[in-house]
């Protein structure tokens, strides 16, 4: 063997030879053929160790997108051939622009997980193996778009959702604070208004469900054969996580001058009298128009006595409860300035 | 090195096959295509030149014009075959078709046609590459704000002018102020927008949907140096509060930038967070009042239950709500 390929320790060098030898074989290389020719597998000391180092190679390639495959290598009865069909693993021709390349530019720096970072900047690799010329950022100047990171279990979740194998995990339950331990067919994994979810079906319970992922307590495991389940093809995350139905439009009594940020979504629509203040003095009655409900009445109770919910009842009483706990924010019970008057 | 095996491999098998088509490529140019270093492309060009088929005599190898390297150009002169770009795999695919998604809901996006064309575009021609839907990732950035204000911010930063802003602070303070923008922060819970404020002569942070009225202005930004990190933490000179939660407050620990986490039994858990905004602290704490424990320092649970029963009694002074509307539906149902 006149050159030694790259360093004989060196994975990548290993790796890239095996392509190279797969690629190019004529019919198909023996697990024997391999090891015995192919550089980097001579450095496996035993029998086992090449088998284990192939096994993890194959995986890894798999994982990358290059399949090996096996086949028939003729002669003894037991004999299994490998190699890799280029056409199974090429890139489509993508013919993309400067400004789409900036495009992906921008969406390389979007996920702050080491996982999904590794997993976009290497098609980002791929694609410029395409072919592609020039980045022109100027379309997409400035702007930063960034989602919070989803934490350890991405991949795990991920991968189960690819090969449809159900999942299990400690959970703890948002209501109650009580730990359990979930078992569920992954369908997908969401992010919303600052939060990360796993929408999929709880075996336990028989019925889709929706999981907070910051609630998700230790390691999510696979559990479970492949291809055990399918996704249904229309999952409606938005109602998985019940922030479809609690939208409506706020009808809010505010001070004169007060809540620019309300106003600048809202309408004055008329005015109320504010019995506490002097004569004429009065409110403006303001319509905003809300998606979810709990976020609106967290918004409103920042205004504290400025802004006042008229309707819809279910908004003004999701406030009214949230102030009546802040009247009474960490005083022992039944000392209570929670008494102060709040009406029907 | 600490570079992970299967990235390099992607690398080398990329470089191979843009080579294949590019022609002769300078070292630094290869380098910039791939985002990186001179140096390990030099390195990735040295492991490609010894390898192979088995056998890996000369005529086995990938080869490269030797003159044409000491001149610092890459001259593929032998590829083995290895020609054609990978495909995308599954997870690769999921995480770009989902950031480029998640891109073009954003207002920042949709303000221009052409800025949304072109994500759309790129969009379709991947979907049409890796051929699966990417549905199993689905994120959603915050709607930013006013789409007349997302408009003008954006027109503003990629023209590189200046803006005039109306904003509004969490603590309900209007005012007036130029800015030179920086970069729009569209993130998952809310937009931010860095500027230089010539106002206050320093860099701020906005969020765009407290700025009620924005104009691009002819005037071009001023070349400030300004730290493009939006998510800078607050200074150590702000006052330290401690504040315990039950177990459904949960998120609050990952939404809120605190300084340390601390559970206790039963999911409880208590934060330490820097109160650089007394405002802020007096809404997370009322939004938050039935699973808050304990609070300190006193004087901040003190402030909240006299905000809070300030609107109460004001609620009780409140007439009937008089006007039909979107609002009277809603009622009678209820």
Known sequence: MPASAGSPTNPAARLLNLVIALVNTNASMTKQQIRASVAGYGDAPSPDAFERMFERDKDTLRELGIPIVTVDAGGHADEVGYRIDQDAYALPAVDLTPAELGVLALAAQFWQDKTLRTDISRALTKLRAAGAGETAMDVVAGLAPRVRPVGDAYGTLMDAISARRAVSFTYRAASTGEVRSRRVQPWRIAARRGGWYLVGFDLDRGAPRSYRLSRVEGRVRATGPRDAFEVPVDVDVDAALGSRDAGGVARLAVVPERAGALRARGTVVGSVPDARAGDGAGRDVLEVPYDVRYAMADEVVGYGDAVLVLGPPDLREAVVRRLRAAAALVLPAGSGSAEVGERG | ?334
């Open chain 2, 1 to 334: 090195m600490a570079e992970r095996a299967d990235d390099r491999l992607v690398r080398l098998l990329g470089i191979v096959a843009y080579l294949d088509g590019a022609g002769p490529v300078p070292v630094g140019e290869l380098a910039r295509h791939f985002g990186v270093s001179e140096r390990q492309v030099l390195d990735d060009v040295d492991a490609l030149w010894v390898s192979g088929t088995p056998g890996y005599w000369p005529d086995d190898l990938i080869d490269f014009d030797a003159d044409s390297f000491e001149r610092g150009v890459v001259r593929l002169t032998e590829a083995r075959g290895m020609t054609r770009p990978l495909r995308l795999g599954t997870r690769e695919a999921v995480a770009l078709i989902a950031a480029l998604r998640a891109m073009r809901e954003t207002a920042a996006v949709q303000a221009d046609p052409e800025r949304a064309g072109v994500v759309e575009s790129v969009l379709r021609k991947l979907t049409d590459a890796t051929g699966e839907a990417a549905a199993a990732l689905d994120v959603q950035l915050a709607p930013e704000g006013d789409r007349r204000v997302v408009a003008a911010v954006t027109s503003a930063l990629v023209a590189g002018h200046r803006l005039r802003i109306r904003y509004v602070t969490a603590a309900d303070e209007e005012s007036e102020r130029e800015i030179d923008p920086v970069s729009l922060h569209t993130q998952d819970e809310h937009a931010y927008l860095l500027a230089w404020c010539h106002r206050a002569r320093g860099r701020r942070t906005f969020r765009v949907d407290r700025i009620l009225a924005a104009t691009e202005l002819d005037q071009p930004v001023e070349g400030h140096d300004v730290d493009p990190d939006v998510d800078f933490t607050p200074t150590g000179d702000a006052p330290l509060a401690t504040i315990t939660f039950a177990s459904p407050a949960r998120a609050v620990a990952e939404q809120v930038p605190v300084e340390s986490v601390r559970n206790l039994p039963d999911g409880a858990f208590e934060v330490r967070l820097r109160v650089t905004n007394p405002v802020w602290l007096r809404q997370l704490l009322t939004e938050r009042a039935r699973h808050v424990l304990a609070v300190e320092p006193a004087a901040v649970a003190q402030d909240v239950r006299e905000a809070a029963s300030a609107a109460l009694a004001a609620y009780a002074h409140l007439p009937a709500d008089p006007v039909d509307g979107p609002g009277a539906g809603a009622r009678a149902a209820g």
